[in-house]
């Protein structure tokens, strides 16, 4: 790393670490584990169930199989030879909701058992005792959550004999047994797929219109994460005594998932007596319809031939691409640019009507261009083989950094931190006032580039078909899509009637210009997380920084080189943004990976393995000297600690030489076994870095704040 870079980032980092809190000890337990068995001993080969039982704290609550929102609840088994055991029995869930009541997971409250099958081996030796132990770890939480563990465990006699039900726990554990979620021969599960929803319907079998028990209070728990948990669900009656539930899917799940699969659950349960709280549901997902209100999406063929669409032929698909475009000016990622647009129409309305007709063309010329290019390149591209999809710019960062920085500087405009002197008051120097109709065709060219991430959900037929069809018609329908989108605003340059609707420029102009800023703000925060999956650690967070200068820079120009300003002072603010904004991208330009040098002098790099018990085990029986680095993103210290340490020639040059291995145990989203490990140590908070030696039996413990010196001297130590 260089020099630059790594002391913008220590500035801030420090300055953050200086907030981060530093902790010790072990949390209280709000929840209390126990191991409890189905029945008083064990017989050889015989299954025996034993459970986990929690008695939370009141308000208190941990995690069902899929959480939503926290972790599941874990069990690890310490069994004698031969034992198996089976996966935790989840008993049917409940919404967790905050004081407020929001929704904040799914899981469980008061006293709850999570049963287990165990099966010992046929050849256990009648007469003796057997002991049982696990280690149960699990997320508890109330306004804060902390993690949880506890060693569990029992000792059950070993009996020739059929077992008897344990006096104080064989019921119970039965009878939760009997309550866990199943299938039920009197009611049929069916899925289909509607664009953002999956319609689940649960229908009576055997014809019955009029079920004897009517179950209520539906409430759906997908336990894989296809479904949105922490949203409204639609329950609506079917008229012959089943159900349909309309269920949002999660936009981080795969659109191609072929199978619901979850618990129903009824707060009077699915059969009169109440033993069948949660229904399990596992079906299959049919294709439905199109998103909301939207055109359903067609069918599209993979390769060659003619579009598909709607009533089966290019006209429908270029009819459905039209609409597709007029939707998009709708979308949050288009609207911000088009607003200046309609900034513009407000200041041109006392002008001739020739101008602002001519204004609207240029706009959609600048639209149609812009189509007409991507489609260009996509053909170019496809013809060499390369497969692509629709906003496959935004797949590559330097486009997403650059978009990114060009609508934090516009915002910034909006946001009357400064103006290009009287030139302009669009995008670039001269755009909008000295050339007003170069302003509108570049206003065209940025709606359509920022369009891409948010018209997938409404075009996808149309694109689907211009991503397979012959060029010709590929054009026309790039073309179909850049005419809906430039639509309105031509129609409102062409008609006088609507231009004069538009309120008179006047002193809310200004305010509404700012106001418009925020949703450029909001676009800028979307692409800086698009970033944060294309760049490393380091990467974004020197983005970030650069973000940052870039923003600084525009300052100095808006406070220094306002209209009216003196030359010298104009100079200085001049200055001060080539000189902030030339640091911001260096330092912020996304680039390629670049490996440790390996010729003479050069500083080799830190390859950081993830850290696991078994990799610390077996690098100790290699007899590796081994750094093990407790971390997380959040944590400001951990941040620190790693630019000082690492940034240190010196450090990683020992590092290589001493062959030392280094393990990173990343904490930033909650892990058991991380946890585990940090309160085996007496420790619930990260920094924590560990340096284990060959041939001592217990690492070395770091301090929180490290320096380069003293993680040498842990290094060399004896």
Not at 205 to 218: D, I, K, N
Request: hydrophobic share 50%; aromatic share 8%; with cysteine.
């Amino acid at each position: 790393m260089s020099m630059p870079s790594r002391l913008f980032q220590l500035l801030v980092l420090t300055l953050l670490a200086g907030t981060a809190p530093l902790g010790h000890g072990a949390a209280p337990q709000r929840v209390k584990a126990t191991l409890v068995a189905a029945d008083a001993s064990v017989q050889p080969g015989r299954p025996l169930t034993v459970a986990l039982r929690l008695v939370h704290d009141p308000h208190w609550h941990t995690y069902w199989l899929n959480p939503g929102t926290g972790l599941p609840t874990t069990l690890a088994w310490k069994l004698p030879p031969g034992w198996t055991a089976g996966e935790i029995q989840w008993p049917a869930p409940i919404v967790l909701r905050d004081k407020p009541g929001n929704i904040v997971g799914q899981g469980y409250e008061g006293e709850i058992l999570l049963p287990v099958t165990l099966t010992p081996p046929a050849t256990l030796a009648a007469g003796g005792t057997v002991e049982l132990a696990a280690r149960a770890d699990w997320l508890m939480c109330e306004e804060i959550c902390v993690p949880g563990g506890a060693d569990v465990g029992l000792t059950l006699p070993v009996r020739a004999e059929a077992p008897a039900p344990d006096p104080a726990w064989g019921e119970k554990i039965r009878s939760t047994l009997d309550r866990l979620p199943r299938t039920d021969p009197a009611w049929k599960a069916s899925a289909e797929r509607r664009g953002a929803e999956i319609i689940l319907t649960l229908t009576p079998t055997g014809g019955r219109t009029s079920p004897a028990h009517v179950p209520e209070g539906l409430r759906f728990f997908g336990a894989d994460g296809l479904i949105v948990y922490d949203v409204p669900q639609t329950v609506t009656p079917d008229g012959r005594g089943g159900f349909i539930l309309a269920l949002k899917v999660d936009t981080s799940a795969p659109a191609d998932a072929k199978r619901l699969v979850g618990v129903v659950t009824a707060k009077n349960g699915w059969r009169a007596d109440g033993t069948l709280p949660g229904l399990a549901v596992a079906a299959e997902i049919a294709a439905g319809g199109g998103v909301g209100g939207a055109p359903s999406a067609a069918k599209i063929p993979a390769k060659g031939g003619s579009a598909a669409a709607a009533g089966g032929s290019l006209l429908g698909t270029l009819a459905l691409a039209f609409i597709g475009g007029l939707i998009l000016n709708l979308m949050p990622c288009v609207f911000p640019v088009l607003g200046i647009k309609v900034l513009g129409f407000v200041g041109q309305a006392g002008q001739e009507r020739g101008k602002i007709v001519a204004h609207g063309l240029v706009f959609t010329g600048g639209v149609l261009l812009s189509f007409w290019s991507l489609a260009t390149v996509l053909a170019v591209l496809r013809a060499g083989g390369d497969q692509l999809g629709w906003g496959f710019q935004l797949q590559s960062a330097p486009f997403v950094y650059a978009l990114a920085v060009l609508l934090l500087v516009f915002g910034m405009n909006m946001s009357g931190v400064f103006e290009f002197g009287l030139a302009a008051t669009s995008v670039g120097g001269e755009l909008q006032m000295k050339s007003g109709y170069a302003g509108s065709f570049f206003t065209g060219i940025l709606a359509t580039v920022v369009a891409t991430p948010c018209s997938a959900p409404f075009l996808a037929p149309a694109l689907g078909a211009a991503l397979a069809v012959p060029p010709l018609q590929s054009f026309a329908l790039f073309t179909s899509i850049g005419v809906g989108l430039s639509t309105p605003y031509l129609l409102l340059s062409i008609f006088p009637d609507l231009v004069k609707l538009l309120p008179r420029p006047g002193a809310w102009m200004e305010t509404f210009k700012q106001f418009m800023a925020f949703p450029l703000y909001a676009t800028v925060g979307y692409l800086v997380w698009v970033l944060a999956a294309q760049t490393s650690e380091e990467g974004f967070l020197n983005l970030l920084i650069s973000l940052v200068l870039i923003a600084l820079g525009v300052w100095f120009y808006g406070r220094w080189n306002a209209p009216g300003a003196k030359p010298a002072r104009a100079r200085f603010g001049m200055v001060a943004l080539l000189v902030c904004g030339a640091l911001g991208l260096w330092l912020g330009w996304p680039r390629a990976a670049v490996a440790g040098g390996t010729g003479p002098g050069a500083v080799p790099a830190i390859t950081w393995e993830p850290w696991s018990p078994e990799a610390v085990a077996k690098l100790r029986v290699e007899g590796r000297t081994i750094y093990v680095d407790f971390t997380a993103r959040w944590c400001a210290t951990c941040q620190t600690n790693k630019k000082l340490v690492f940034g240190s020639d010196e450090v990683l040059r020992t590092f290589a030489e001493k062959k030392i291995a280094t393990l990173r145990a990343d904490w930033t989203n909650k892990d058991p076994r991380i946890t585990a490990e940090l309160a085996a140590y007496q420790r619930s908070a990260v920094p924590f870095n560990l340096l284990w030696k060959p041939g001592q039996e217990k690492p070395v413990e770091l301090p929180e704040i490290l320096t380069p010196g003293i993680v040498l001297e842990a290094v060399r130590g004896k």
